[in-house]
């Protein structure tokens, strides 16, 4: 069974531009969650989408959003770019209810 | 709001030795607890989790924990580390009726061979 597929990998942005992150979940899973993790504030969630629907959100500025498609697929976008947005962003997929969250590689956004 | 602490930013062993990293968190009601590990260069991946029934869990790699609800707490524990144990390590918390784990700020773990 494949994991959760991160696309890209690395990414190198400068301020002031907007990228789109992609995630692809676990066959099945449904729910496809957003993270953002830095050296000095750990793992801090961005939002959760299940059936195409937002069900959960955290406390991020509104530059960043997500969509989830019917494939189960999601994308991430963060417009205006700072150089504070430097970091590893995971998603992870649910087969659903309290199970374990499976992450991927993560994409490695650096702003310059 | 919920909160989860992990005590230990920098451990360093050598191999051999026993480890325990703490984990504590805020939320009085019913949780669900994980400890998730990231290799360098790999993925986060779950050690083990914690529902209901014994409080002490067993996960891969010979790793432990114990749920203490007295303490809050959800301790990992391996009483003999290896070098390739060398990785960082994650405390989740899922608070009853939530599906989205907090995460503690993780430990780094440095394994002497």
Redesign the interface.
Known sequence: KA??TQTPRYLIKTRGQQVTLSCSPISGHR?V?W?QQTP????Q?LF?YFSETQR?KGNFPGRFSGRQFSNSRSEMNVSTLELGDSALY?C?S?AG??Q???????TRLSIL | AQSVSQHNHHVILSEAASLELGCNYSYGGTV?L?W?VQYPG?????LL?Y?SGDPLVKGIKGFEAEFIKSKFSFNLRKPSVQWSDTAEY?CAV?PGGS????????TSLIVHP
């Not at chain 2, 790999?42 to 779950?46: D, F, R, V, Y």
């Not at chain 2, 599906?99 to 993780?106: A, E, L, N, V």
């Open positions: 994991g959760v729910s969650s993270y000095g504030q750990g793992l969630f959760e959960n995971l992870a649910r209810g309290n374990p969250q499976h992450f991927g590689d993560g | 669900n994980f998730y790999q993925h986060l991946q779950l989790k529902f994650f899922n599906y989205i784990p907090t995460f503690g700020r993780g």
